[in-house]
C-alpha cells in the first residue's frame, strides 16, 4: 500500500518507519529542510542548544524499544545524578521538589495547615465529571498544593495555565486513578498492587533502567536515524499544500495514494483542509527558549540539578530554567554553565518580545535566581521563538479526539496522529504515530 505522511516531526517518522517495516511503501512530506519537527538540537560555540525538548523520561516504551532496534540504545547519554534534583523557585530562592512522603512533609513549599490537608485526600469524594486541573487538585489536595506544586508543574510541561487545562484530556491516568480507587491514594494503592502482582508473574530480565536521557549532539540524533532508515520515503522542504480525494484514495500535491497519516499539528492541517474537516479549536502555547552561558564560578545559587520551575505566584518574567550543563555532560565548554530558559506559555498574552528584551528578561532573572556576580556575562546567548509550541488539552479537547476517532471509522484510509493525540511528550508522540500506522494497516489488510 503507498502511504502518504504529512509531517516528519516524531510522530510522523514514527508512522513512516513502522509502515515500511510492515511491508508498506510511505512518503513522508516535511515542509522544513530538516526532519524532528520540535525536536532540534544545534552545536554552536562548543555548546549543545536543545531549541525543543531536552530530555526524554525512561519508561520501557516503544520509543526505547526502537532505539534498541534503530541500533541508537547504546549512544543514549544518560542524565547525571545531579539531574535528579529538581527546584521550586520560593520567595526567590530555589526549593528541592519532594520526592517522597517524608520529604513531603518536611517541604517549605508547603504551611503545616496545607500539609494536614493532604491527609484528607482519602476521604475527598470523587466527581465524576470534568473539571479544570487546578480545580481538580485543589478539591483533592488543597489549594496551596495548586499554587506551589501543580501550577509550576503544567507550566513545565504544558507551558500551561492549570485553570485552562481540562484533568481528562490532560491527566487522564489520575482523574481514573480517582474514579478507580475513590481517591488518588485508593487508586495508586490498587495500581501498584496490580503492577506489583503482574511483575511477579513476568520472568526477572535486567533490572529496567530509569531517569531522563538524551544524546550527545542531543535529542535530534533520533529523527536524524529514522529518516536514515526511511532514506528516500522522506521528503524534505515539501509542504503538503493541496489535498483531495481521488477515488478510493487520495491526492497530495497532485500525486496519488491508497491512504494516508496526517501528523501535522491541529493548525497547519486546518489550513490545508480548508475547512472540510470538522475542525478543531487547540490552542498553541507560544514559548520563546533562551540559552545562557556563564563562567562556572561567577554562579553562586545552587545548579546541581535539572532546573528551576517558578509558580505564577512568584511574579517573574520566565516560566523556568534548566540546568543544562549540569543535566547532560558535553552541553558546555569546560568552566562555563549553560542554562536554558523558557519564555511565555499560555497565560501570556499578547505577541512575545522582541529577541533583544528577551535576552535582556532572560538574563536578569538567571543572574538574579542563580545569584550570579554582577558583569559577569553571559557568555553566550541564544534565542528561539515557537509561535505554536505547545498544544492545550483544554475542555473540548476529548469531543475533538472523539471527532477524530469518528472521522477515522468513516475514512477507513485515513488516520491522524501527532502530540494533541494521546500526549505531548516525545514518547507518547513517537507512540501516536505507530499505532496509527498499525490502525492503517490493520483496517486495509
Ligand atoms: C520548547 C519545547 C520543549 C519541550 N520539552 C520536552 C521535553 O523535554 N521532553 C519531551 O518529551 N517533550 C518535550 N516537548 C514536547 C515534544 O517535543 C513535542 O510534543 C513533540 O516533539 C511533537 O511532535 P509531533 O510530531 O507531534 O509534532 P511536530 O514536532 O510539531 O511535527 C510536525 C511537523 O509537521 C511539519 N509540517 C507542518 N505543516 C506542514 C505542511 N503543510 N506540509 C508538510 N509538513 C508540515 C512541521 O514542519 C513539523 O516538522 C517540548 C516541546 C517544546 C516546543
Known amino acids: 500500500m503507498n502511504v502518504a505522511v504529512l509531517g ?30 520540535k525536536i532540534r538540537s544545534r552545536r554552536m560555540d562548543g555548546y549543545l542548544l536543545e531549541l525543543g525538548p531536552n530530555a526524554i523520561q525512561r519508561s520501557g516504551d516503544s520509543l526505547e524499544r526502537a532505539l534498541d532496534a534503530l541500533g541508537l540504545a547504546p549512544a543514549c547519554l544518560d542524565a547525571t545524578p545531579a539531574g535528579k534534583n ?19 512533609f518536611r517541604t517549605r513549599l508547603l504551611s503545616g495547615k496545607a500539609k494536614w490537608r493532604l491527609l484528607r485526600e482519602p476521604f475527598v469524594a470523587p466527581n465524576p465529571d470534568d473539571e479544570s486541573v487546578a480545580a481538580f487538585f485543589s478539591r483533592r489536595l488543597g489549594p496551596e498544593v495548586v499554587t506551589r506544586m501543580i501550577d509550576p508543574f503544567v507550566s513545565g510541561v504544558f507551558a500551561g ?14 482523574k ?8 488518588l491514594f485508593r487508586g495508586g494503592l490498587k495500581a501498584w498492587r496490580r503492577k506489583r502482582k503482574s511483575a511477579a508473574r513476568q520472568p526477572r530480565d535486567e533490572p529496567r533502567k530509569r531517569g531522563m536521557f538524551s544524546f550527545r549532539e542531543g535529542l535530534q540524533e533520533i529523527p536524524a536515524a529514522l529518516a536514515r532508515a526511511l532514506g528516500e520515503s522522506l521528503r524534505l522542504n515539501t509542504p503538503v499544500a493541496n489535498l483531495t480525494p481521488a477515488g478510493d484514495g487520495w491526492q497530495v ?7 494516508l497519516v496526517s501528523t501535522l499539528p491541529v493548525t497547519d492541517w486546518s489550513a490545508i483542509n480548508g475547512g472540510a474537516f470538522p475542525a478543531a479549536q487547540v490552542d498553541y502555547a507560544k514559548m520563546a527558549v533562551v540559552h545562557l552561558a556563564y563562567p562556572a564560578e561567577a554562579v553562586s545559587g545552587r545548579t546541581d540539578g535539572f532546573g528551576m520551575l517558578i509558580p505564577s505566584v512568584e511574579q517573574r518574567a520566565i516560566l523556568g530554567l534548566l540546568y543544562s550543563s549540569s543535566l547532560f555532560e558535553g552541553r558546555a565548554p569546560e568552566g562555563q554553565q549553560l542554562f536554558t530558559i523558557f519564555i511565555g506559555g499560555q497565560r501570556h498574552t499578547g505577541p512575545l518580545p522582541g529577541t533583544d528584551n528577551l535576552l535582556r ?10 545569584q550570579i556576580a554582577a558583569g559577569a556575562g553571559p557568555a553566550f546567548s541564544h534565542v528561539h521563538i515557537w509561535q505554536r509550541a505547545i498544544p492545550q488539552y483544554g475542555f473540548g479537547h476529548t469531543d475533538f479526539i472523539r471527532g477524530l476517532e469518528e472521522f477515522e471509522r468513516g475514512h477507513l484510509n485515513w488516520a491522524f496522529a501527532g502530540n494533541y493525540r494521546q500526549g505531548i511528550s516525545v514518547a507518547a508522540a513517537f507512540e501516536s504515530g505507530l499505532a496509527a500506522a498499525d490502525r492503517l494497516a ?3 489488510e
Open 176 to 183: 481514573a486513578l480517582e474514579r478507580e480507587g475513590g481517591s
Open 253 to 259: 500535491n497532485g500525486e496519488p495514494y491508497e491512504a
Open 86 to 104: 529538581r527546584f521550586i523557585c520560593l520567595d526567590g530562592q530555589p526549593e528541592p521538589l519532594p520526592m517522597g512522603p517524608l520529604a513531603l
Open 8 to 37: 516528519a516531526g516524531i510522530s510522523g517518522l514514527a508512522a513512516g518507519w513502522r509502515l515500511q517495516q510492515l511491508g508498506h511503501a510511505p512518503t513522508v512530506y516535511e515542509a522544513d529542510g530538516e526532519p524532528g519537527g
Open 361 to 370: 528578561i532572560a538574563a536578569g532573572e538567571t543572574e538574579d535566581l542563580l
Open 442 to 444: 490493520g483496517r486495509l
Open 161 to 174: 495555565d492549570p485553570e485552562q487545562l481540562s484533568v481528562s484530556a490532560a491527566f487522564p491516568a489520575l
